[in-house]
């Protein structure tokens, strides 16, 4: 029996000491890596802001911010932009930058665009 206790300690040992081997290796290189794999991580994340894209126009509608789908205001003038939905034809609507609702938008005409959204 004692045999046997011996060859499962020496086994145990054996395996512990691969193991530990095996863990100095993985660190060792998980050690060179992980500042390798934070600059590439850096440089990618610096590449990935979107630009400042130029939006087709916002209104007020229904109580809510409407994103239009298309720009309606492309007569370059000072006149504010303002839609007419055909839906609701009765319903002038100004045209703003963003989505605040806050700055108004140029380029329109004395006549309001009829948008079919």
């Known amino acids: 029996m004692r ?13 512990g000491i691969l193991f530990n081997h095996l863990n100095l290796l993985i660190m060792k290189n998980f050690k060179i890596l992980m500042p390798v794999i934070a600059f590439v991580m850096a440089i990618g994340m610096a ?7 130029q939006s087709n126009g916002w209104v ?3 109580g809510m911010p409407y994103q239009l ?3 309606p205001c ?3 003038s000072q006149f504010n932009c303002k ?7 009765n319903t002038i609507h100004q045209v703003y930058i963003s989505s605040d609702l806050q700055v108004l938008k ?6 309001p665009y009829i948008l079919n959204e």
Do not use: C, M, W, Y
Request: without cysteine; proline residues 5%.
């Open 60 to 62: 007020e509608r229904n």
């Open 47 to 53: 590449f990935t802001t979107k630009a400042d894209v």
């Open 106 to 111: 140029k380029n329109g005409s004395t006549t």
């Open 69 to 71: 789908q298309n720009d």
């Open 3 to 15: 045999n046997t206790t011996e060859g499962r300690l020496n086994l145990q040992r054996e395996i």
């Open 83 to 89: 839609v007419i939905f055909s839906d609701d034809p």
């Open 74 to 76: 492309v007569i370059p």
